[in-house]
């Protein structure tokens, strides 16, 4: 019974996977309020009873397709949510995470910054999930700058926090900048220049 159990439990990791795939293509190509969930089962051959048994509601389904992008981001740059990287490793991650989202990710960048702003209400469906968010990225920010602080990479009159709120609001607004206008603004090169003076602002 066990193995059977087992193989039921896989097909459903595997159902839950293709489901959150064919969610990310269809909100990318028509919006979240475009796509319904009917339109994503018939995608796997499902049916839409079949994907809110899978995870509850449309909103928890946005959520999984958010955290998926999240959990993406980190297996590019080989990292954990508990990776203690040095200074110049994070500042390469970031830039390395901008080269690859403006070659392969636009939807994904432009779904993410679209449902920030359509959260901002404290009402709204994902408002928690987004300012969890945002509050874990500036924590880890400010765990790094106290970090370099003390091995001696970074200037220790400086407040990471108010470090930590810069950079997280440099992230969210070259992002936005990017998808705005994407001829006029590279993403890659603004990260780079960004992280490039930050580390020179506040080598020792």
Known sequence: MAGVKGQVQKRGVERRRAIVDAAIELFAQHGVRGTGVAAIAERVGATPSALIHHFGSKDALVQAVLEEADRRALERLSATKDAEPTLEQAFAWFVRDAEHTAATERQLAALHTTL?????????????????RGRALRAHLTTLFTRAAADGSARTDLDPALLAAETAAFLEGAHLLWLLDPEQVDLTALHRGYFEGLASRISR
């Open 116 to 132: 920030t702003a359509e959260n901002l209400d404290p009402g709204s469906g994902l408002h928690t999930w987004f300012r969890d």
